[in-house]
């Protein structure tokens, strides 16, 4: 009985070209950091682009100088500004989602390392189904917008 073997691997290679056409579907640009000197942690912003035909989602971030990194969006609540943690960023396709300050961001706590102006900080974006999207964020001076 070979059927269920050819089967299994039929549906490996599926799993495996989907999750490659996930990653090769979504790009980042224009990704920095701003830093608060001496606050440990920093927040970084890039923008996100789904050029294919199927939603992607983000399910976390990680970055190796950060013991712990989340999405998170900043809303204004009455006259309060909170933030709070994105379990699962969909990005739709063709669409373009823009982490900026004041919305959506990645938060980067305890920093192994003082972050000045021209460092580079590598992210991975971990995508469901198990892919995952390398980008490198430039940090840029304080007064940044
Ligand atoms: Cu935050």
Sequence with gaps: MRTPAILAACLALIAATLAWATAAALTATDAWVRVTPGAGVAAAYLTLHNGGTEPVSIVGVRSPLASMAMIHETRLIGTQSTMRAREELVVAPGATVRFAPGGLHVMLHDLSQTLKA?????????????????????????ASE
């Design 118 to 142: 021209g460092d580079e900080v590598p992210l991975v974006l971990l995508l469901k189904g198990g892919a995952t999207l390398a980008v490198t964020a430039r940090v840029r001076p304080l």
